[in-house]
């Protein structure tokens, strides 16, 4: 079974800018979780879709937000790109519920000019 | 309400042992453990859950104490592998919460 797969790997943006990632989850995965990662700050959520709907909201601006398709892939854009915003963003998937092995993909690294 | 985990990093010689501890300060259905290597994605290891049934790595132990909100990862006899960035992270007793990690723990496994 393949894994969780994202694209673009790697992005160089400039401030203002809006940025679109996406991620396709393990197949049968319903449910889709999206972090961003920086040094010294670990894993940090911005939230999670379940079946087209944001299930769980993490403590970011509403400059990050997302959506999920009816074939359960995702997609995260953040508009008016900040410095700060520079990280790697991991998309991870999951069956369905808690209790759950999440798989994480092998993320997307922005880079923000 | 991120998880806090103890310590930030500890380094080890290969076969020696070492415990990280992850704590939360809400009720907790599950816990999680991952090992991240630079530059890759987070693995991984073990699922604790409310009840006391765990899922994972049959070379790695672990333990939750669910009067007390708190994991322990147990790395025994460390092997060179083992070396990169741990994270726990845990769920809330409310139903598809979310799972939120702690900042990680560096381990480094010298030879």
């Known amino acids: 079974k393949a894994g969780v797969t994202q694209t673009p790997r790697y992005l160089i943006k400039t401030r203002g800018q809006q940025v679109t990632l996406s991620c396709s989850p393990i197949s049968g995965h319903r449910s889709v979780s999206w972090y961003q990662q920086t040094p010294g700050q670990g894993l940090q959520f911005l939230f999670e879709?379940?079946?087209?709907?944001?299930?769980n909201k993490g403590n970011f601006p509403g400059r990050f937000s997302g959506r999920q398709f009816s074939n359960s892939r995702s997609e995260m854009n953040v508009s008016t790109l900040e410095l700060g915003d520079s990280a790697l963003y991991l998309c991870?998937?999951?069956?369905?519920?808690?209790?759950?092995?999440?798989?994480f993909g092998p993320g997307t690294r922005l880079l923000v000019l | 309400q991120q998880p806090v985990q103890s310590p930030q990093a500890v380094i080890l010689r290969e076969g020696e042992d070492a415990v990280i501890n992850c704590s939360s300060s809400k009720a907790l259905y599950s816990v999680h453990w991952y090992r991240q290597k630079h530059g890759e994605a987070p693995v991984f290891l073990m699922i604790?859950?409310?009840?006391?049934e765990q899922k994972g790595h049959d070379k790695i132990s672990a333990s939750f104490n669910e009067k007390k909100q708190q994991s322990s990862l147990y790395l025994t006899a460390s092997q060179l592998s083992y070396s990169g960035t741990y994270f726990c992270?845990?769920?809330?007793?409310?139903?598809?919460?979310?799972?939120?990690f702690g900042k990680g723990t560096k381990l480094t496994v010298n030879p």
């Open positions: 879709y379940f079946s087209e709907t944001q299930r």
């Open positions: 991870a998937s999951r069956w369905y519920e808690g209790g759950e092995t999440q798989y």
């Open positions: 604790l859950l409310k009840g006391g």
């Open positions: 992270g845990t769920e809330g007793q409310g139903g598809s919460e979310k799972l939120v």
